[in-house]
């Protein structure tokens, strides 16, 4: 059954159905395989899938006696989900539905993130599904981006990227080749964007000075994300000045 619900109320529930196949797994082993779940919006945050139980594999999901008190949703019962060489304990939950007046709900079941692999038709996807309401458009310009750090003038491009993205501040992909100050040095950080793939980190050195981790770029970024591979960004955010011109460099 489908459910469908939207409040524009703060804090805004939304509430609809998707398309996608949703695959849950424990390391290889299947748990979950959906056509018909649907995805919960809650006060504009990131998006979660619920699984109607039925779609699990039969005997993963052991019913807990652990609740709690939800002023959205409803009664919060929790749920184990049972392999056969492990258990983990209420990392599952459902919920009731009675805030809303949706009892449908408590036939759907979402699972901690962090303790299985998510899957979208046949792509593992990371750290959260992606918001349909949500865009990433790479632009290239031709307009003039300068980044100071320290007071001094360290990279010089008119060959930019421009990624915007629904919410955030603009972020500026650059050619290595368009540092004019600096040294760029390897860093272990590695983080996860479900719209742009895995980033890798550069420390940036300066005068003796290192600033940690304030460089990233992708090496291999998803399909959708491709302008921006191989160029690096600066965090705006950590940086003195990114100074753009109003118009074409040229």
């Given amino acids: 059954m489908s459910i469908a619900y939207r409040s524009s109320e703060v804090p805004a529930v ?28 809650e006060n504009g945050g ?13 005997g993963i999901l052991q ?3 652990k609740t709690e008190p939800s002023r959205l949703f409803g009664t919060r019962s ?15 939950w459902s919920f009731d539905g009675a805030a809303l007046g949706l009892p449908e709900l408590s036939d759907h079941v979402t699972v901690d993130w962090s303790s299985v692999r998510w899957f979208e038709e046949d792509e593992e996807i990371f750290r959260h599904p992606r918001n349909v309401y949500k865009r990433i458009d790479s ?20 060959r930019a990227i421009f990624l915007f993205e629904t919410g ?12 004019v100050a600096g040294t760029l040095v390897s860093s272990d950080l590695t983080t996860y964007c479900p719209y742009k793939g895995a980033a890798s980190y550069y420390h940036f ?15 291999e970024p998803i399909a959708e994300s491709g302008k921006i591979k191989g160029l690096i960004s600066f965090y705006n955010e ?12 040229e």
């Fill in 139 to 158: 632009i290239p310009s031709s307009r003039m981006v300068e980044i100071f750090v320290d007071g001094r003038l360290v990279a010089r491009t008119n």
């Fill in 14 to 41: 939304l509430i609809e159905p998707t398309s996608r196949r949703i695959r849950l797994k424990s390391g290889e082993r299947l748990i979950a395989d959906t056509t018909q779940a649907i995805v919960i919006y």
């Fill in 168 to 179: 955030l501040i603009t972020r500026y992909y650059f050619p290595v080749a368009d540092l």
């Fill in 205 to 219: 050195d300066l005068d003796g000075k290192r600033h940690k981790d304030i460089v990233w770029y992708y090496p």
């Fill in 238 to 249: 950590w940086v003195d000045e990114i100074r753009v011109s109003t118009g074409s460099a």
């Fill in 63 to 65: 019913p807990s006696s």
């Fill in 78 to 92: 929790y749920w184990s989900l049972q392999a056969e060489d492990s258990s983990l304990q209420d990392k599952a």
């Fill in 46 to 58: 990131h998006p979660t899938y619920y699984l109607p139980k039925a779609d699990f594999v039969a």
